[in-house]
């Protein structure tokens, strides 16, 4: 409602309003497990503790949710996931060496935390707040 609200204004207003979203591709698997600790200690977690949130997911096999992946878990169970090439009766895995997996429960909260650094960035990067009317104010749009 905010954007919504914001585009109405500069519309009727004849107002400029720069907006721009951030398409990262490789989000989750480009950030380094470093970084992943030290977002965490930046929010103030103690190093050992950051140091095991990003450990939880340490030496994971990472399976792509294929058709043959979800055929050979049915039929060979979970010990025939290796990472070996694929083969009729087994698939191949992979670890990840840095970021967070996808699909792992702690990795939203990883990423978010590594997020949080270039969001507290650009709040202090130098801007010209858009105002927008309410019924009896004038207010700033707030950054989304």
């Known amino acids: 409602m905010q954007v919504i609200n914001a585009q109405e204004e500069a519309e009727e207003s004849g107002t400029e309003l720069h ?3 951030w398409d990262i591709k490789p989000a989750f698997d ?10 965490w200690e930046r929010l103030g977690v103690p190093s050992e503790v950051a140091n095991d949130i990003v450990d939880l997911d ?3 096999l990472t399976i792509p949710l294929t058709p043959h992946a979800q055929h050979i878990r049915q039929t060979e169970g979970m010990s025939a996931f290796n990472t070996n090439q ?6 191949q895995v992979f670890l990840g060496v840095t970021g967070t997996s ?8 990883n990423w978010t935390a590594t ?3 270039p969001l507290r960035a650009l709040e202090q990067a130098q801007s010209f707040p858009f105002l927008g009317r309410t ?8 950054d989304m």
């Open 115 to 117: 997020y949080d650094i």
């Open 30 to 39: 480009s950030v380094p497990k470093a970084v992943l600790v030290m977002s």
């Open 19 to 21: 907006e721009f979203s």
């Open 86 to 91: 694929s083969a009729s009766n087994s698939d």
């Open 58 to 60: 340490s030496n994971c």
């Open 135 to 142: 019924d009896i104010d004038i207010e700033d749009s707030q």
């Open 102 to 109: 996808q699909g792992d429960t702690p990795s939203p909260s």
